[in-house]
């Protein structure tokens, strides 16, 4: 249930053309943008083009093929490799960046720090052997050592269970991630001081994440070891010399989410609450005891002179809607809201004759809102009616919002209401350095310009379908291929040169894309390809063997196919976490 930041570019174009980083008041995405057009029509020069991405020592011939072990074990063990390598970095955005500037700056309360880095100090040095032992042992399982018996080292679950159980003794650092989220949020509350150092801080090109989801990011890993290791037991028979040791390694993680997971999904929520409100004015009191985030996304609404673009928020207890300013910050103006508690909701396509219209009834006002698909609106029609259950069943109506400028929920000028184009949103950070503190690159602001939605659900799948690894990214025009290291998180791709970058040079966000294999016509005359496209806009990456190709695709699905929240509980049905 993540709150995601695609700070990078979010753009409809995914161009990786020039690599403007920035991002505003929360993480500079990848501090780079994707694109400087954030039309998705915009005719550009060719994808992904930066004078970094396409350095033509990287373009890689046919006979350039690498050779890895076939096993599928061997690819399940590199995994563990490749995320625990995006995991360390992220965690050196806390332990190393983010104390380097705190201790340069007078802005910071001693007991805050002494909370912050005492508790990810630890995790920090402990992974940084974990991950030395895995690769030390897929060198062994490639043949990259003097190794004599090459057959005892093809396995990973000795490792795992190793260092698993040593994970168990750092569950006390764990336990403290709530508090450390919490007081963090309360120091920049109450200091101007520490709060402009945090959101510059978030400028930075480290920073490609809000900077509270890497707070989140030990708890997160917990699952992702726990997911390896189911698909590791799955693999081996039972007789398997590595059976038993990988399923007593899934037995002692599955003990450490079970026991951390409730405090998780309280941080995951409250987490969310706070990244919005940072893209929300004419709200004060956003983040209140009870409330829980549920979806947000773009929706028209029904006005005197015709069906105006607006985007929704729905909470517990809650509907907002807004509109996007033309503010230097890229903030949603609230426009006005509707308590949940009394409310009803109707389909009303033949009485307003517009397709996938509802109307929504509350106790004071009513509003006719339309979606932009039917499979959006049957998401915001089945999630609002649990809303409305929800809130039906609670002691009654909810606090009323406390807005900082009155919401104009009759508002004069709802015609006026900026259209503006995703050309003129990125118009004014096309310079590679300028880094101003847009908040133009965050999943609302995703939404808002592919038209789509995303829910707490959809946030919450986005934190196990995460993935780092290389990829082979298709040139345009021609037949060559460019390497690159790739982390996928928070529906967004990063693109990096090696896996060693302390920083992306491109991402591309994925919400509204399309997954497909190439047909025939399309000339990919290769194996384990996949084909991304949005409106004019495709891209062709190659996975190294079927089952990294499997896992990019399933990952990649779960961000670019939102499921209903009927679907969406299914799948998390097999899953215990």
Same mark, same amino acid.
């Given at each position: 249930m ?6 990078g570019?979010l &753009?409809?174009s995914p161009?990786?053309s020039e690599?403007?980083?920035? =991002? ?6 990848a501090?780079?943008?994707l694109?400087? +057009?954030?039309?998705p029509?915009?005719?550009?020069s060719?994808?992904?083009?930066s004078?970094?991405l #396409?350095?033509?020592?990287c373009i890689r011939t ?8 076939? %096993?599928k074990a061997?690819f399940?063990a590199k %995994?563990?490799? $490749?995320?625990?390598?995006?995991y360390?970095k992220?965690?050196?955005v806390? &332990?190393?960046?983010?104390?380097s500037a705190v201790n340069? %700056?007078?802005?910071?309360?001693e007991?805050l720090?002494?909370?912050?880095f ?5 995790l920090?040095?402990f992974?940084?052997g974990?991950l ?7 060198a ?6 003097n190794a004599?018996i090459?057959?005892?080292y093809?396995?990973?679950?000795d490792?795992?269970?190793k260092?698993i159980q ?7 650092h764990?336990?403290k991630h ?7 949020? +309360?120091?920049?509350k109450n ?6 150092? !945090?959101?510059?801080f978030?400028?930075q090109?480290?920073c490609?994440l809000?900077l #509270?989801?890497?707070l989140l990011r030990?708890?997160h890993?917990?699952m ?6 189911e698909?590791?037991? /799955? ?7 590595n ?9 002692e993680?599955?003990?450490m989410?079970a026991q951390l997971h ?10 969310k609450?706070?990244e ?8 004060d009191n956003l983040?209140i005891?009870g ?7 773009s929706?028209s /609404?029904l006005?005197? /002179? ?5 985007m ?6 809650i509907?907002?809607?807004? *509109?996007?300013?033309? &503010?230097a ?6 426009h006005?809201?509707?308590?949940l508690?009394?409310?009803?909701i ?14 929504? @009834?509350?106790?004071h ?8 698909t039917?499979a959006e609106?049957?998401k915001w029609?089945?999630?609002i ?8 069943? *609670?002691s ?10 009155p919401p104009d ?5 709802e ?5 503006e184009?995703e050309d ?5 950070r ?5 880094? =101003?503190?847009h908040?133009? #690159?965050? $999943?609302?602001h995703? !939404?808002w310009?592919r ?12 934190v196990?379908n995460?993935l ?8 345009? +025009?021609?037949?060559?291929?460019q390497k ?6 928070n529906?967004c791709?990063?693109?990096y ?6 920083h ?5 966000p994925l919400?509204g894309?399309?997954?497909t ?11 384990h390809v996949?084909k991304?496209h949005? /409106?004019?806009?495709?891209?062709y990456? @190659?996975?190294e063997? %079927?089952y ?6 399933e990952v990649?699905r779960?961000a670019?196919s ?13 899953h215990?976490?």
């Amino acid at each position: 249930m993540v709150y995601s930041k695609i700070r990078g570019s979010l &753009t409809g174009s995914p161009h990786l053309s020039e690599l403007s980083i920035n =991002s505003q008041g929360g993480p500079s995405v990848a501090n780079m943008s994707l694109s400087p +057009n954030l039309s998705p029509d915009a005719k550009q020069s060719s994808p992904l083009i930066s004078p970094l991405l #396409n350095d033509p020592s990287c373009i890689r011939t046919d006979d350039e093929e690498e050779k890895f072990p076939s %096993e599928k074990a061997y690819f399940i063990a590199k %995994e563990v490799a $490749t995320t625990e390598r995006t995991y360390l970095k992220d965690l050196e955005v806390i &332990t190393s960046w983010f104390q380097s500037a705190v201790n340069k %700056e007078d802005c910071m309360p001693e007991a805050l720090k002494n909370l912050i880095f005492s508790n990810f100090e630890p995790l920090h040095k402990f992974h940084t052997g974990f991950l030395k032992e895995i690769e030390q042992r897929l060198a062994l399982w490639e043949g990259r050592s003097n190794a004599h018996i090459k057959g005892d080292y093809q396995r990973i679950g000795d490792v795992m269970l190793k260092n698993i159980q040593g994970m168990k003794q750092l569950t006390v650092h764990l336990w403290k991630h709530n508090e450390i989220l919490i007081e963090l949020e +309360n120091g920049i509350k109450n200091s101007r001081k520490l709060e402009t150092f !945090c959101r510059d801080f978030e400028l930075q090109k480290v920073c490609y994440l809000p900077l #509270n989801t890497f707070l989140l990011r030990p708890l997160h890993r917990l699952m992702h070891y726990k997911q390896i290791m189911e698909r590791l037991c /799955k693999h081996y028979p039972p007789s398997h010399t590595n059976f038993r040791d990988s399923r007593a390694a899934l037995a002692e993680i599955s003990e450490m989410v079970a026991q951390l997971h409730g405090n998780m999904i309280k941080m995951e929520n409250f987490q969310k609450l706070h990244e919005l409100k940072k893209d929300l004015i004419g709200i004060d009191n956003l983040v209140i005891p009870g409330r829980e985030f549920i979806r947000l996304g773009s929706l028209s /609404k029904l006005s005197g /002179k015709g069906l105006q673009q607006r985007m929704f928020f729905l909470f517990n207890d809650i509907l907002l809607y807004t *509109s996007r300013g033309l &503010t230097a910050s890229n903030q949603f103006k609230v426009h006005g809201h509707l308590p949940l508690y009394g409310m009803t909701i109707e389909e009303s396509e033949e009485e307003w004759g517009v397709p996938h219209c509802l109307t929504l @009834r509350g106790q004071h006002q009513s509003i006719v809102v339309a979606a932009s698909t039917r499979a959006e609106m049957d998401k915001w029609t089945e999630d609002i009616q649990m809303a409305i259950d929800l809130a039906e069943k *609670s002691s009654g109506p909810g606090p009323e919002l406390l807005a900082s400028s009155p919401p104009d929920n009759k508002s004069p000028d709802e015609t006026t209401v900026d259209q503006e184009s995703e050309d003129d949103l990125s118009a004014s950070r096309t310079s590679l350095e300028r880094q =101003s503190p847009h908040r133009g #690159n965050t $999943t609302v602001h995703v !939404c808002w310009h592919r038209n789509t939605s995303v829910s707490m659900i959809d946030f919450s799948i986005a934190v196990e379908n995460q993935l780092s690894g290389n990829l082979l990214r298709k040139f345009k +025009n021609s037949n060559g291929w460019q390497k690159l290291w790739v982390v996928f998180t928070n529906f967004c791709m990063f693109f990096y040169k090696s896996h060693q970058d302390n920083h992306p040079l491109a991402s591309l966000p994925l919400l509204g894309y399309s997954l497909t294999i190439p047909s025939e016509s399309e000339n990919i005359h290769k194996d384990h390809v996949f084909k991304l496209h949005f /409106k004019s806009h495709v891209y062709y990456f @190659r996975a190294e063997s %079927e089952y990294t190709f499997e896992r990019w695709m399933e990952v990649i699905r779960s961000a670019t196919s939102s499921a209903s929240r009927t679907q969406a509980l299914s799948h998390k049905e097999p899953h215990a976490y």
